[in-house]
């Protein structure tokens, strides 16, 4: 005996307000006696705190609880009979909310993640465990305007524009320079820019790009913070030329990655790290703050 969920699109990418179409199929050797078949639409936030956030926040670590955005159980079938062979029972749920809480991007986070499943439930009797199926889709959430004022980040790193450093003289003196294209980023398109490494003392082992969730949740009596790695590409590698201007090129991880959300509850941000190694291992970092949406087309 087994379950199947199939969806009738093949990507598995909904939106807000679209109707969710597929069908669940039943396999069985032969006649089967069952109390009940149950469909269920869900989708929900859940948030979790770091082990270094559990001990300070004690206090509303249980208050930390998932968020239902959606929840509709449907009952397809009542107690009943299925035949030998194979079963196709054809359903469809509605992706709106009565309560017009939005429906956010699907992310899957390190603390935070949101996640949509149909749930299948196949009750045996009071003898039998009920048999479980799920099967997640992806949501995205409605789109925006394009943003039009929209400038690059220009930087220009130097040994004076470090923070977090005891002792200037022990920097080796360098200057990088660049451009990142925009700092409000559509999610749909790549991260884009230059560098260009104008002279250095020390010879440059790697140049690499960081992008960093920051995940916030919490509730009112406190809130944890955590900055986690989504991924690191090596943009050049050796003692690079000076006066070349290397190109920046991320695309951005469907499911690693959402818009920018801020609630009540949790809040999901983006940083990018350029990082430059020394051939001694020394690590030059700076950090930019992006946010990331999805414009209408």
């Known amino acids: 005996m087994s379950i199947e969920i199939k969806l009738k699109r093949a990507s598995k990418v909904y939106h807000p307000g679209e109707v969710v179409k597929g069908n669940l199929i039943i396999r069985t050797n032969s006649e089967f006696t069952h109390s009940g078949l149950i469909l269920t639409l869900d989708g929900t936030v859940n948030m979790q705190l770091s082990a270094k956030s559990v001990g300070i926040f004690e206090a509303f670590y249980n208050s930390v609880k998932p968020i239902t955005m959606i929840s509709v159980p449907v009952e397809i079938q009542k107690s009943g009979k299925f035949s030998a062979g194979l079963t196709s029972i054809p359903f469809e749920f509605s992706l709106t909310t009565r309560s017009n809480r939005p429906l956010y991007d699907t992310y899957h986070g390190v603390f935070i993640s949101v996640q949509y499943f149909i749930k299948a439930e196949l009750r045996r009797g009071l003898l039998n465990k009920p048999l479980f199926k799920q099967l997640e889709f992806v949501m995205e959430g409605q789109r925006v305007d394009v943003v039009k004022e929209n400038p690059p980040i220009n930087f220009n790193i130097t040994p004076q524009s470090l923070e977090n450093i ?37 010879p440059i082992k790697s ?28 943009i050049a590698e050796g003692d690079v030329m000076r ?22 509850n949790f809040k999901i ?6 990082v430059i190694v020394l051939e001694d291992d020394h690590l030059i970092t700076e950090n930019f703050p992006i946010k990331l949406y999805r414009p209408r087309s």
Do not use: W
């Not at 320079?177 to 925009?182: K, Q, S």
């Not at 140049?207 to 406190?222: D, H, K, M, P, S």
């Open 269 to 274: 941000e983006y940083e990018v790290n350029i």
């Open 243 to 264: 006066n070349f201007k290397i190109p920046i090129h991320m695309v951005f991880p469907r499911l690693f990655t959402c818009v920018t959300t801020a609630t009540s």
């Open 166 to 202: 005891n002792e200037i003289k022990t920097v080796p003196n360098f200057k990088i320079t660049g451009v990142i294209d925009r700092a409000i980023c559509d999610i749909e398109k790549p991260l884009a820019g230059t560098i260009v490494v104008e002279h250095s003392a020390k």
């Open 207 to 234: 140049i690499e790009l960081q992008l960093v969730r920051v995940e916030t949740c919490g509730c009112a009596e406190g809130y944890a913070k955590d900055a986690t790695e989504i991924q690191n590409i090596q």
